[in-house]
């Protein structure tokens, strides 16, 4: 009876945790047919406060990107400003938990949209954009992203984009970038930058998981790191579970501390056949042999299972402030630090 009456307690204290915590998800890749009115019941099943939404596919132009905008600031609209708000400041985070909303975070995933116009990134920061990742995957104008054979590091133009988005207040994202592009951006960026999705290349060499000396330095400038639930960041074939991907947040946080360590899972709301087969087709040397109902680990298929994750912490006896910190607050931190 003592060992039922202590699992009932910690199930307990998880749902209270979780209830009260502020909850970024710091990456989520749903596109614009599957970003619909019906995804606000999974949302607030997920007891989210705030999640980063990529709005523009990695290869849309400037005038693509702005019809992918204007398709998701309907969808919010059409659920209503009572149950979900576009945050454009970390108090207007604080804010959505007081009054039980979602606050969605607007993002890009490459820097293909500006071309090689730099003023644009004003239009997008006007525009409520408020995290860019500089590359997606390949070369662009700014820097080689992490499937490039030959990583030159950041461009000449990458150079003034970089000091830019400090000016501005976004984000830098390093999720995708190639090694030195990563380090030349760390090295340059005046401001903390994040790996909004990622794990550790030391657990399992995927192309897109950091080395350690990225995760470090990314650390050392005050960032944080989401940890991605993408089953082939963690093996070659075999499924992943949710015990994988805590294991992942307990190497990040014994390696760099847990005020760097976050949630940032890179899911897809309603991922069909369809969607997973096109993903698989552009980019082989990322989605590997997983088909689309093994892509996420067993125990994190959707954004309905976010509890999961403030249980499992419970359980490995993390401490409320710690868990707090990784569901959110280390997030928060960095957004008041570089949104304006």
């Not at 075999?238 to 946080?253: F, G, M």
């Not at 997983?290 to 499992?312: A, F, H, R, V």
């Not at 490995?316 to 570089?338: P, Q, V």
Request: hydrophobic share 35%; with cysteine.
């Amino acid at each position: 009876m003592s060992t039922i009456s202590s699992m009932d307690r910690e199930k307990e204290k998880a749902m209270e945790l979780h209830k009260n915590s502020i909850i970024v998800q710091a990456l989520d890749f749903t596109p614009e047919d599957k970003f619909t009115p019906e995804i606000y019941p999974a949302l607030k099943a997920s007891g989210i406060t705030a999640m980063n939404l990529t709005i523009s596919r990695p290869y849309y132009n400037f005038q693509e990107t702005l019809l992918s905008l204007y398709h998701y600031y309907s969808v919010i609209e059409d659920i209503g400003s009572q149950k979900i708000q576009v945050c454009k400041t970390a108090e207007d985070i604080k804010k959505a938990k007081q009054s039980n909303q979602v606050a969605i975070i607007l993002g890009l995933q490459n820097m293909k949209p500006i071309d090689d116009k730099i003023q644009l990134l004003t239009i997008l920061s006007k525009l409520g954009i408020r995290i860019i990742q500089l590359t997606y995957q390949n070369r662009n104008l700014v820097g080689d992203g992490c499937n490039e054979k030959n990583d030159c590091g950041l461009t000449r133009f990458g150079e003034k984009v970089v000091p830019e988005m400090n000016r501005l207040g976004l984000l830098i994202d390093l999720s995708h970038v190639g090694p030195q592009t990563t380090m030349d951006a760390l090295e340059l960026s005046e401001k903390p930058c994040a790996f909004t999705h990622t794990c550790a290349k030391a657990r399992f060499d995927h192309i897109r998981n950091k080395t350690n000396d990225q995760l470090q330095a990314l650390s050392d400038k005050g960032g944080v790191i989401g940890i991605a639930a993408y089953s082939p960041f963690y093996h070659h074939t075999q499924r992943p579970t949710i015990e994988d991907y805590l294991d992942q947040i307990d190497y990040v946080a014994e390696l760099v501390g847990v005020d760097h360590v976050g949630i940032g899972l890179d899911l897809v709301y309603n991922r069909d056949p369809a969607f997973h087969e096109n993903v698989k087709k552009t980019y082989p040397e990322v989605v590997m042999s997983y088909q689309w109902d093994t892509i996420y680990p067993e125990g994190l298929e959707n954004i309905t299972k976010l509890p999961s994750i403030t249980q499992g912490l419970v359980n490995r006896g993390y401490s409320n402030r710690d868990i707090k910190k990784i569901l959110g607050t280390n997030f928060l931190r960095l957004f008041e630090k570089i949104w304006k």
